[in-house]
């Protein structure tokens, strides 16, 4: 039980220690270590000091009381009661401390006193010194403080006793006159500490503030920024390894970009080639290969028109079917190489005849909606709108299951953002490797390439949305890109 409230203490330290600024922490330890310091110090000193001016008190007492009680021991043999009040009386205005003096007879009886007229009676049972007492005190505590009360046997006690009461009064008056003066000294000391303890913070947190706020740039990406040294001390060290480390960090980054440049214009110069390779290839299915299979075809058909033999007629005209067929796959595959459309029509035409060939070709439902404006895209983006929708709806004709799909290429702001939706079974596109699957991994180069992105939102039975988003920079935004 005692145990867990010690840790919940702990920890309520603890947390508090930690939840506060480094500023507030200094400040207290300052604070509290002076303020400790001098409450002990004040607290110790006091009471060294009381017992000092207590024994002080006493002394004075028994000191005054055997001066007394020699003094007084003629005067009482003579019975000269007169010169005897004289005596305490002039010893009283001596001393300042002295409350009180008085002389009793062996019997009791008071034989002369300092009290005025009346005298307190309960004083005589108070204290009391035999014959061989060399004094004999006691405390008394009275309406007006503390009295120490001497008794001193005077001759031997044959001639009675003799008490003096040393009031605490100056005793007091310099305990508080101390007190006062400690109180002052503390009061000035604690302001000296909160000032220089303002100035250790400033001195110790101005150069953590300026790593702190030099790190959050960094992290944001900034790695230019550097922290002068300040002092020689383990700071000193932190702001050097930081510096060092920003400057590595800079490093770093500068390669990393040239990387970056350099697999870029790698990429750019891999689809340049290809589009180019593969609108060579598809001119030259196009005006070599079909043109020879067409004229092929023509003289198939001459002779059709000319053959008698009913057998060699029914091979030529299946030669020519199969020729005929052969002439469509060239031409499909001319169109899937490089559509003719796109460089002289647009990507709106092109994008028309290759989804209604998909449509047809694969028996699913498609929309294509486009809204690009009167102007033609830079032919560099129309390319890759065309490529990313011909892969993604080859993913959907080839895994998606779906019944239908739509194309939307929309011109919106500076950027052209283009959607390709199916209502299939989804997939989840976090567990996609780029192992073997390039298809979706050529539509974010792609778009990245040109300072775009892709996102996809899918999920098993949700059906599949492709988003490309690519940005209409200008060509002096562009130079600073690439
Ligand atoms: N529209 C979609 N509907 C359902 N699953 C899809 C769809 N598109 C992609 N996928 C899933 O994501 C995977 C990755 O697609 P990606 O196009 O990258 O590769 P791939 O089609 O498998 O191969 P390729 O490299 O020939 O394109 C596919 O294998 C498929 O599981
Ligand atoms: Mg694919």
Same mark, same amino acid.
């Not at 400040?27 to 009471?47: C, D, E, K, P, Y």
């Not at 060294?48 to 003629?74: C, F, N």
């Not at 003579?78 to 008085?102: G, K, M, P, V, W």
């Not at 006062?180 to 947190?205: G, R």
């Given at each position: 039980?005692? +145990? ?19 500023? +507030? ?60 009040? /004289?005596?305490?009386?002039? +010893? ?14 062996? /019997? ?29 005190? *006691? ?11 001497? &008794? ?14 040393? $009031? ?10 101390? +007190? ?18 303002? %100035? ?25 920024? *550097? ?61 070599? !290969? $079909? ?25 030529? !005209? ?7 067929? !052969? ?12 559509? &003719? ?12 005849? %290759? ?9 699913? /439902? ?23 929708? /011909? ?92």
């Amino acid at each position: 039980m005692k +145990t867990s409230r010690w840790r919940d203490w702990a920890q309520w330290f603890w947390a508090f220690a930690g939840s506060v600024s480094i500023r +507030t922490k200094i400040f207290g330890i300052v604070l509290g270590s002076t303020l400790l310091l001098s409450v002990a110090f004040t607290l110790q000193f006091r009471a060294v000091q009381i017992r000092l001016l207590e024994q002080k008190a006493r002394e004075q007492g028994v000191s005054v009381a055997r001066d007394v009680a020699a003094r007084a021991t003629d005067l009482i043999l003579i019975n000269d009661l007169y010169a005897l009040h /004289q005596l305490l009386l002039e +010893t009283q205005s001596n001393y300042q401390d002295i409350r009180y003096i008085f002389v009793i007879d062996p /019997q009791g009886e008071v034989l002369a006193h300092t009290f005025g007229d009346e005298f307190p009676i309960e004083l005589l049972d108070a204290n009391w010194a035999a014959g061989d007492d060399f004094q004999n005190t *006691r405390v008394l505590q009275t309406n007006e403080g503390m009295v120490w009360d001497v &008794a001193v046997p005077i001759f031997d006690g044959r001639a009675g006793v003799a008490r003096v009461g040393v $009031s605490d009064t100056s005793l007091r008056q310099t305990i508080t006159n101390l +007190t006062t003066q400690l109180s002052v000294t503390i009061v000035a000391v604690l302001t000296a500490s909160l000032l220089a303890a303002t %100035f250790l913070t400033w001195l110790l947190t101005r150069p953590i503030l300026a790593l702190v706020s030099a790190t959050e740039a960094v992290s944001k990406g900034d790695f230019s920024q *550097r922290v002068p040294r300040w002092a020689d001390d383990e700071i000193g060290d932190l702001a050097e390894a930081f510096n060092q480390m920003t400057a590595e960090l800079a490093r770093a980054d500068e390669l990393q970009r040239e990387r970056e440049q350099l697999r870029r214009q790698l990429l750019e110069g891999v689809i340049a080639a290809q589009e180019d390779e593969r609108r060579r290839i598809a001119r030259e299915l196009h005006d070599s !290969t $079909s043109q020879s299979l067409t004229s092929l075809m023509v003289s198939l058909r001459n002779i059709e028109a000319v053959c008698e033999k009913p057998q060699l007629l029914e091979q030529v !005209t299946n030669m020519r079917q199969v020729l005929s067929q !052969t002439l469509d796959e060239v031409h499909n595959l001319a169109v899937q190489l490089r559509p &003719a459309a796109l460089d002289d029509l647009g990507l709106e035409a092109a994008l028309g005849r %290759f989804v209604q060939e998909w449509q047809r070709q694969h028996r699913i /439902q498609a929309d294509l909606t486009v809204h690009i404006g009167e102007n033609r895209l830079p032919e560099i983006i129309e390319t890759a709108i065309y490529r990313i929708v /011909q892969e993604a709806l080859t993913n959907v004709a080839r895994h998606a299951q779906a019944t239908s799909a739509s194309v939307l290429v929309h011109h919106r702001q500076r950027d052209v953002v283009t959607v390709i939706e199916d209502d299939g079974i989804g997939f989840d596109p976090g567990t996609v490797s780029a192992n073997g699957h390039l298809g979706l991994l050529g539509i974010r180069e792609r778009a990245e390439l040109l300072q775009g992105r892709m996102t996809i939102e899918s999920a098993p039975g949700k059906g599949t949305s492709v988003f490309v988003s690519i940005p209409l920079l200008t060509p002096e935004e562009n130079g600073e890109i690439t």
